[in-house]
C-alpha cells in the first residue's frame, strides 16, 4: 500500500482485509478459513465448536499482519475477544505439522488442509471467516490504455 502511496507501482494485488478508501479496490478471489485440530484431538468428535472453546484451545496460528491472522482477529475485535496463541509462524506448512502433531489447533485456508487425512476440520458456531483477495490501485491514478485493458480484463472475470 506503500508502493501505491507513493506512486512507485500503479497496482497491487492485495490479500486481507478492503484498503482504505484513497484506493479503488476490486474484488478478484476469495477462500475460507478453516479450524483444525488432529485427529487425536478431542474436537473431532464434534462438528460445532463455541469460539470460546476454541480460544481456550493451544493455540498455533499465522503471524501478525498476516491477511489470515488479520481477518481473524478483526472477527474476534468485533466480539471484543482476543486471541492468544502459544506459537505464531510465518509458514503454514509448520502450522499443519503442528496440528497434525496434535500440538493444538489452529485456522488456515480451507484449500491448504482439505486434502489432508491427518487433519480434522470444523466450524466455530455462528462464524464463517473468508478472506479476500483485492485488485487495488490509487483513486487519483491516471489510467493509460493498458492500465484501462489490465482493469477491463480483471472486471470481465
Known amino acids: ?17 478492503q484498503p482504505n478508501t484513497n484506493f479503488i479496490s476490486i474484488p478478484l478471489s476469495s477462500y475460507t478459513l478453516a ?12 462438528t460445532n465448536i463455541a469460539l470460546e472453546d476454541f480460544l481456550n484451545e493451544t493455540l498455533i496460528l499465522r503471524e501478525q499482519g498476516s491477511a489470515i491472522r488479520d481477518v481473524f482477529d478483526n ?18 506448512q509448520a502450522i499443519i505439522k503442528a496440528v497434525e502433531a496434535n500440538l493444538g489447533v489452529s485456522l488456515l485456508p ?4 482439505e486434502n489432508n487425512p ?11 471467516l473468508v478472506n479476500h483477495n483485492w ?15 489490465f482493469l477491463s480484463l480483471i472486471e470481465d472475470k
Open 35 to 46: 479450524p483444525i485440530c488432529s485427529l487425536e484431538h478431542h474436537f473431532t468428535k464434534q
Open 75 to 92: 472477527s474476534l475485535g468485533t466480539l471484543e475477544k482476543r486471541a492468544n496463541p502459544m506459537m505464531e509462524s510465518t509458514n503454514s
Open 118 to 128: 491427518l487433519l480434522h476440520s470444523f466450524q466455530i458456531k455462528n462464524t464463517t
Open 135 to 149: 485488485i487495488v490501485y490509487h483513486k487519483n491514478k491516471y489510467q493509460s490504455i493498458p492500465f484501462k485493458t
Open 110 to 113: 480451507h484449500h491448504l488442509i
Open 1 to 17: 500500500m506503500n508502493a501505491l502511496n507513493n506512486n512507485e507501482i500503479d497496482i497491487a494485488l492485495y490479500e486481507g482485509i
